[in-house]
């Protein structure tokens, strides 16, 4: 089965940096699109960023020149690199990911099990 497994989060000091990683592992004959969402306790589920297949990327408004969304096709892997790491950036982060996958071939859309980032002094 199709799995997304994210890695790298932590605990860091504001103005830090973090690397998160999402492995995507299974029967997937193609990626349309991955990327990373995020939610703080009380509130609601937000975009961070996204990638597509054929590398474009966006951001939420309140990332942009601090965090940077990457790929490795060949590892079937996306990257979030978050520099300049403030309190209000403390979440969960879940990696999502829109793959077309086998037996049978379909378009599915996936979710990681979530990684918690913790900014704090």
């Known amino acids: 089965q199709v799995q997304l497994v994210e890695s790298g989060g932590g605990l860091v000091q504001p103005g830090g940096s973090l690397r998160l990683s999402c492995a995507a592992s299974?029967?997937?004959?193609?990626?349309?699109?991955m990327g990373w969402y995020r939610q703080a306790p009380g509130k609601e589920r937000e975009l961070v960023a996204g990638?597509?297949?054929?590398?474009?990327?966006n951001y939420a408004d309140s990332v942009k020149g601090r965090f940077t969304i990457s790929r490795d096709n060949a590892k079937n892997t996306v990257y979030l690199q978050m520099n300049s790491l403030k309190s209000e950036d403390t979440a969960v982060y879940y990696c999502?990911?829109?793959?077309?996958?086998?037996?049978?071939?379909?378009?599915?859309?996936?979710w990681g099990q979530g990684t918690q980032v913790t900014v704090s002094s």
């Open positions: 999502y990911a829109v793959l077309q996958v086998e037996r049978p071939i379909r378009v599915q859309d996936y």
């Open positions: 299974g029967s997937i004959a193609s990626i349309y699109g």
């Open positions: 990638i597509t297949s054929g590398g474009s990327t």
